[in-house]
């Protein structure tokens, strides 16, 4: 019997463990690959494809004059660049190779599992991550979440732990600081990793592994030294910024027209939405906070240790996206897709603390883990309305007067004329109410429950970790769902948006020689630009609007990277050929507002995107 059960230990459990991470691995790739080719293109997604082929064939240098903005860190641009010039320009490539870093980040999140809670962790890890559908879709797009996230994750894995070597260290010290250099808003992970690996293995390990960060983080910024310095501005105090070799913040004049602005409502869904599109890392996360045991019940130091780092990375990198997507306006709908950037830091959390939570709550900790199921069934049933739009029609009995009718009606129906609530609201506001009713009902089954094993002498839980355990539970395995994936999971086409882009493509390189000079007038991808060899285009309109402003003198506008109505009207006639969106063409008569220049319009391109109906280009060709 002990024969049987130590080859079980030795053998049986770890193949079944190692089926169980191939198993996820695979289930993520087919997951991205669907994704890659039914999910909506963005702008910020052409730019980094665009402008870091432009970058990496030394067209234009980051940071450089009349070329394109560069406001992000270089290696944002550079990493997808690079994998085009590698196996060549376009949406494919820059898609398969962000499944190709999101199967590098599974890895490398399953190794931190295994290294803080054993084979299972490692399972648990990587299950986690890819039955998020929301956030494989962000790891999918060929945007900066997957590099960041893929080098994060790689840094926690070569430093969390005891005893790891000093070359593992020295490499995750590297990874941490190129993490920075792909976005800036990750600079807390640098110190915050390397206090970790002076905690855990002492002052000569950590100098060393400061040391790599410095001089990886040294050697960048001298790249592009002093315009590297205008992205960290806006985190300097101002003293400090009068002290470095840069020109006064401008817009050459000019006003911008993108304007921003969201009520509190809006705020609070965008909040939810993030919490459930990422609730096994950010609920399981709050609720190791609350059920924080003392120190000495702590089954393992370094358990304790790496529980307390992932903790500080998680709050900090949490609250300073806050700050940037609530407190400063900046690209609210963007915060879900911040958390992508870190989210691995929350699940290591909660597998390397599970163990350890505090089950025999007093009465503080279980009032808080009960308030907290609470506002989070709220939360996410507010944050999940959209999904939950069939509670509308729930068929209701007919009440007037305070007697029954004959027959039933939506619900939304009977509470408009019993209060004259609009449809708007209790399109809000019923799946709210339900979010909250699931949470009572939470609490009631965990009050059966915990007075059915007390009954049995087998309870050795409060009855407040028991209802936090089983609110925990129902959301990790409702994680996959639609009520649970967040707006993100709605952006998907009917058709393959990657053959449609190649067709586009395979269409504009028809008409338009190599080489030319195109003026791109567009809001919603410059990824059709990719298929044009040695295409020649104006560096401002890849932002699109985003860049546009109003007034301001046009030369110092182009060499700061932005566009105004001069500048367009003066690169229409510079161009070679104008490629103009459906939806602007209509109210555009090239010929008419472009001076001298005249035009031949040629045929126009199929959809870029399947979706959208209004995604033709139309082509124009200067002939004067």
């Not at 376009?90 to 190779?97: A, E, N, S």
């Not at 393992?300 to 300073?320: E, M, Q, Y």
């Not at 967040?486 to 338009?512: F, K, Y």
């Not at 959208?612 to 082509?619: E, G, M, P, Q, V």
């Amino acid at each position: 019997m002990k024969l049987v059960e130590r080859l079980q230990r030795r053998i049986v459990l770890p193949w079944v463990a190692g089926l169980l991470c191939l198993a996820a691995g695979v289930i993520y790739l087919l997951q991205a690959v669907s994704y890659a080719h039914s999910m909506d293109v963005t702008m910020d997604e052409g730019t980094y494809l665009m402008k870091g082929l432009l970058y990496v064939k030394g067209v234009y240098r980051p940071f450089q004059d009349y070329g394109p903005i560069t406001n992000k860190m270089p290696l944002s641009f550079l990493i997808p660049g690079a994998a085009q010039v590698i196996f060549g320009p376009g949406l494919r490539t820059g898609r398969y190779f962000s499944i190709f870093l999101g199967l590098l980040l599974l890895a490398a999140v399953g190794l931190a599992g295994k290294r803080l809670a054993g084979r299972w962790g490692a399972v648990a890890a990587v299950w986690a991550v890819a039955v998020s559908p929301t956030n494989i879709m962000y790891y999918t797009v060929a945007i900066s979440q997957v590099v960041t996230a893929c080098l994060l994750a790689w840094s926690l894995a070569l430093t969390l732990g005891r005893g790891r070597p000093l070359w593992q260290l020295v490499l995750g010290a590297v990874f941490a600081s190129l993490t920075v250099m792909v976005r800036q808003n990750m600079a807390p992970v640098v110190p915050l990793l390397l206090l970790y690996v002076f905690w855990e293995n002492g002052w000569r390990k950590a100098l060393w592994s400061a040391l790599a960060a410095a001089l990886t983080l040294g050697v960048f910024h001298a790249m592009y030294w002093p315009e590297i310095m205008m992205l960290w501005r806006p985190y300097l105090p101002g003293f400090v910024s009068q002290m470095l070799p840069l020109a006064p913040d401008s817009l050459g004049g000019g006003v911008s027209t993108w304007q921003q602005s969201y009520d509190a409502l809006t705020k609070w869904y965008v909040f939810w939405d993030g919490v459930r599109s990422n609730f096994p890392a950010l609920a399981g996360a709050m609720i190791t906070w609350i059920f924080w045991p003392a120190r000495k019940q702590w089954d393992s130091d370094v358990r304790f240790k790496a529980v307390v780092a992932l903790s500080l990375i998680l709050l900090t990198l949490t609250g300073l996206h806050l700050w940037a997507s609530f407190g400063q306006s900046y690209c609210l709908f963007c915060y879900s897709g911040y958390l992508s950037f870190f989210n691995m830091t929350g699940i290591l959390l909660v597998i390397a603390a599970f163990p350890n939570w505090k089950k025999q709550a007093g009465f503080i900790r279980s009032a808080l883990g009960i308030l907290l199921i609470l506002l989070s069934t709220t939360g996410l049933g507010y944050g999940a309305y959209q999904q939950l739009g069939g509670l509308m029609t729930l068929q209701a009995p007919r009440i007037r007067n305070m007697q029954f009718q004959g027959g039933t009606t939506d619900l939304w129906r009977l509470l408009t004329n019993k209060f004259g609530w609009s449809y708007d609201a209790l399109q809000k506001l019923i799946p709210t109410a339900a979010g909250a009713a699931v949470g009572f009902a939470l609490l009631v089954a965990a009050l059966v429950v915990f007075f059915l094993l007390r009954r049995r002498g087998s309870c050795r839980v409060s009855y407040g970790y028991l209802a936090v355990l089983l609110f925990f539970v129902l959301g990790v395995l409702l994680t996959p769902s639609g009520w649970m994936a967040g707006w993100r999971a709605l952006e998907t086409c009917g058709g393959d948006v990657i053959a449609s882009h190649e067709a586009v493509g395979a269409h504009l390189a028809a008409l338009i020689p190599p080489g030319s000079l195109v003026y791109w007038e567009n809001d919603i991808s410059p990824l059709p630009l990719l298929y044009l060899p040695d295409v020649r285009i104006f560096p401002p309109q890849l932002n699109h609007w985003y860049t546009y402003l109003q007034g301001g003198d046009p030369d110092e506008l182009e060499r700061l990277g932005y566009w105004n109505y001069e500048l367009a009207q003066r690169w229409k006639q510079e161009a070679d050929f104008l490629l103009v969106a459906e939806r602007y063409v209509k109210n555009w008569a090239p010929a008419a507002d472009s001076g001298a220049a005249q035009y031949d319009e040629l045929s126009p391109s199929p959809q870029t995107v399947p979706c959208r109906d209004r995604s033709i280009i139309h082509i124009f060709r200067r002939i004067k």
